[in-house]
Protein backbone atom coordinates (compact mmCIF):
# COMPACT_ATOMS: atom_id res chain seq x y z
CA UNK A 1 0.00 0.00 0.00
CA UNK A 2 1.15 3.59 -1.07
CA UNK A 3 1.06 6.30 1.61
CA UNK A 4 -0.77 9.06 0.70
CA UNK A 5 1.56 11.93 -0.53
CA UNK A 6 0.93 15.71 0.82
CA UNK A 7 0.42 18.15 -1.78
CA UNK A 8 2.84 20.96 -2.29
CA UNK A 9 2.04 23.95 -0.81
CA UNK A 10 0.68 26.69 -3.42
CA UNK A 11 2.55 30.32 -2.85
CA UNK A 12 0.99 33.33 -3.88
CA UNK A 13 1.38 36.42 -6.87
CA UNK A 14 4.14 38.62 -5.36
CA UNK A 15 6.14 35.53 -4.51
CA UNK A 16 6.18 34.42 -7.84
CA UNK A 17 7.27 37.75 -8.97
CA UNK A 18 9.97 37.80 -6.45
CA UNK A 19 11.40 34.41 -7.44
CA UNK A 20 11.26 35.60 -11.43
CA UNK A 21 12.28 39.11 -10.50
CA UNK A 22 9.24 40.77 -12.26
CA UNK A 23 6.53 42.82 -10.83
CA UNK A 24 2.97 41.29 -9.49
CA UNK A 25 1.35 43.22 -12.50
CA UNK A 26 3.57 41.52 -15.62
CA UNK A 27 2.31 38.06 -14.12
CA UNK A 28 -1.54 39.91 -14.29
CA UNK A 29 -1.06 40.86 -17.79
CA UNK A 30 0.29 37.37 -18.66
CA UNK A 31 -2.27 35.99 -17.70
CA UNK A 32 -5.15 38.44 -19.23
CA UNK A 33 -3.06 37.99 -22.59
CA UNK A 34 -3.29 34.32 -22.13
CA UNK A 35 0.08 34.44 -21.81
CA UNK A 36 0.77 33.17 -18.15
CA UNK A 37 3.66 30.11 -19.41
CA UNK A 38 2.84 27.81 -16.14
CA UNK A 39 -0.59 26.85 -14.40
CA UNK A 40 -2.36 29.65 -12.25
CA UNK A 41 -4.73 28.26 -9.69
CA UNK A 42 -7.23 30.58 -8.56
CA UNK A 43 -8.76 30.39 -5.43
CA UNK A 44 -11.40 32.29 -5.03
CA UNK A 45 -9.85 35.82 -6.28
CA UNK A 46 -6.56 35.12 -5.24
CA UNK A 47 -4.07 33.33 -7.94
CA UNK A 48 -1.95 30.74 -6.62
CA UNK A 49 1.01 28.64 -8.20
CA UNK A 50 2.82 25.73 -7.98
CA UNK A 51 6.41 26.73 -6.90
CA UNK A 52 7.52 24.06 -8.76
CA UNK A 53 5.88 24.48 -12.03
CA UNK A 54 7.11 27.91 -11.83
CA UNK A 55 10.96 26.55 -11.74
CA UNK A 56 10.33 23.93 -14.28
CA UNK A 57 9.56 27.20 -16.75
CA UNK A 58 12.80 28.48 -15.19
CA UNK A 59 14.70 25.97 -15.87
CA UNK A 60 13.30 25.30 -19.70
CA UNK A 61 13.92 28.97 -20.46
CA UNK A 62 17.73 28.27 -19.21
CA UNK A 63 17.96 25.73 -22.15
CA UNK A 64 16.05 27.12 -24.61
CA UNK A 65 13.69 24.65 -24.78
CA UNK A 66 9.85 25.59 -23.24
CA UNK A 67 8.81 21.52 -23.81
CA UNK A 68 11.12 20.41 -21.21
CA UNK A 69 9.60 22.91 -18.99
CA UNK A 70 6.49 21.51 -19.82
CA UNK A 71 7.49 18.45 -19.40
CA UNK A 72 8.99 18.78 -16.21
CA UNK A 73 6.16 20.87 -14.66
CA UNK A 74 4.01 17.80 -15.21
Not at 11 to 31: C, G, H, I, N, Q
Amino acid sequence: MTQPTTPEPLVDLPTVAEFLSVTPATLRKWRERGEMPFPVYAIGRALRFKLSEVDAYVRGQAHGNPVEARRLAA
